[in-house]
């Protein structure tokens, strides 16, 4: 399977898995990503405070290229 059919009942559990999959999978190339992933993600939500806008730039930065790198694209 190369999507995920969104509306079946495995959908949302097949979302997540994945990104802790690349998350896991790319920890060692993009370490701040990785754990943003794994632990400010709630589904497909990223809720992620920082107080500094160099680190928030670079957590985004870090987050584009590992999730692009799985063929997902960040949004909003």
């Known amino acids: 399977m190369t999507v995920i059919p969104f509306g079946t009942s495995p959908a ?15 920890r060692g190339n993009y370490p701040r990503a990785a754990d943003t992933v794994l632990r400010d993600f709630y589904m497909d939500d990223l809720l992620a405070p920082v107080k500094d806008e160099a680190v928030a730039l670079e957590r985004q930065n870090q987050l584009i290229r590992m999730l692009s790198s799985a063929h997902f694209a960040l949004r909003k």
Request: charged share 20%; glycine share 0%.
């Open 12 to 26: 949302p559990f097949l979302a997540c898995h994945t990104l802790v999959y690349v998350a896991e999978d790319e």
